[in-house]
């Protein structure tokens, strides 16, 4: 049974960009009318809006439409988290396996984590799929080590969202999550003292393309009562070899 389509006029109007094809790289107001069984005037008024939106562009040469380049944009966001990952996995999995914890990989999105995949030690069941969750930037380890290397406008907004306390360890002081990012920038990664969940600690770093932009963040998270300074001693450079060898391939 097909699922009730929850904003109907949503779904028109992306039916629209589904009309565009290799074979049919143009097409014009009557011809997507046609192809849909919509009325003209209703699919100029979406047509119009994807132009102002950057998601359709119109050829002055025949008024006809074609896909924006803000398509493009949004294609290359998916592209390069795939190849990411693609890069950043074995990597991860021999971290996971060295320090017999989970490992997280992230990018930063708008104030936000989104996680895009985790791997668990070898002979140790998977931890639940990752993709998509979403997380504060502000206390979680991965998250502060990306956001203590984004342009401070980032940060800015972040705080001026709101730090909403999760734990009684959660920094929700703006001087204090400034003081906590500058550190990071001083020792090169983060360190989450169950900020974010209690029970959980992690040590996470950014990782940022040649140049010098951060366009993710890996961690090392596990249990509080075993991820003592000694751990943090250990992993700390396991984190920073595998960070530097990620960043030589992309």
């Known amino acids: 049974m097909t699922e009730e389509v929850k904003v109907k006029s949503l779904y028109k109007a992306l039916k629209v960009l589904g009309c565009f094809s290799v074979s ?31 998601f359709l562009e119109r050829n002055p040469e025949n008024e006809k439409y074609r896909l924006g380049f803000k398509i493009l944009e949004l294609s290359h966001i998916i592209s390069s988290n795939i190849n990411l990952r693609k890069i950043v996995l074995p990597y991860m999995q021999e971290l996971a396996n060295e320090t017999n914890e989970t490992t997280y990989l992230a990018v ?21 799929s990752m993709l998509g969750i979403k997380a504060p930037l ?20 972040v705080i001026t969202g709101g730090l909403v306390k999760y734990t009684d360890q959660t920094i929700d002081n703006p001087q ?45 998270s596990g249990p509080s009562l075993r991820f003592d300074e000694q751990n943090i001693k250990d992993y700390s450079p396991l984190l920073q070899q595998a960070v530097q060898s990620i960043e030589g391939k992309i």
Do not use: W
């Open 138 to 157: 502000y206390c979680t380890g991965i998250g502060k080590a990306m956001l203590a290397f984004l342009p401070e406008e980032i940060v800015d907004s």
């Open 176 to 220: 204090k999550l400034r003081e906590e990012l500058k550190d990071i920038r001083t020792r090169g990664y983060s360190i989450d003292n169950m900020e974010h969940e209690y029970g959980i600690k992690c040590l996470g770093m950014p990782i940022r393309d040649k140049n010098r932009q951060v366009v993710a963040g890996i961690s090392i």
């Open 24 to 54: 049919k790289p143009e097409l014009g107001i009557t011809e997507i009318s046609e192809q849909l069984g919509l009325y003209k005037s209703n699919v100029h008024n979406i047509a119009d809006t994807f132009v102002k939106a950057g």
């Open 108 to 128: 930063p999105r708008e104030g936000e984590v989104i996680y895009l995949d985790s791997c668990s030690p070898k002979h140790q069941l998977s931890t639940r």
